[in-house]
């Protein structure tokens, strides 16, 4: 059994509110939002974490910066947002679906820590 939050709100299992969707991608706003846009864009394909990509689902992570391109474009943030993968716990990542968080709309700092 696929115990994975991400696979079950791809699946319709459970609620999202959804912003893009095609064959390989799959894009919702962050239930706990840190900025006015707050976007996960994740490939359909189950992938742990950046550590898991291969040449066999690199695929599906360049479907996701082209789904990018086009969510950024029909939220009118074009070539203003941020990108960020959190790989591994001392990262801060919490759900083990490799995801992207499409950050917008405020004014971020870098380094980022
Ligand atoms: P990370 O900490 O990088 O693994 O990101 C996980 C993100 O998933 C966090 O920003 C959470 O707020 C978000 N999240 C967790 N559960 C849900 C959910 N049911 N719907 C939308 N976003 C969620
Ligand atoms: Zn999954």
Redesign the pocket.
């Known amino acids: 059994m696929n115990d994975c939050?991400f696979c079950k709100?791809i699946a319709g299992e459970?609620p999202?509110e959804k912003v893009y969707e095609d064959e390989y991608v799959y894009a919702?706003?962050?239930?706990?939002p840190?900025a006015p846009v707050?976007v996960?864009v994740v490939p359909k394909e189950h992938i742990a974490c950046a550590d898991e990509v291969t040449d066999k689902n690199s695929g599906s992570v360049a479907k996701v910066f082209e789904a990018i391109a086009k969510i950024a474009e029909k939220l009118g943030i074009k070539g203003s947002y941020r990108v960020?993968?959190?790989c591994g716990e001392n990262a801060?990542?919490?759900?083990?679906h490799m995801?992207f968080?499409l950050i917008a709309g405020g004014s971020f700092g870098w380094p980022p820590c």
Request: net charge neutral.
């Open positions: 939050l709100i459970i999202s919702f706003k962050d239930i706990n840190v707050h996960l960020v993968n959190n801060g990542q919490t759900v083990f995801h968080h």
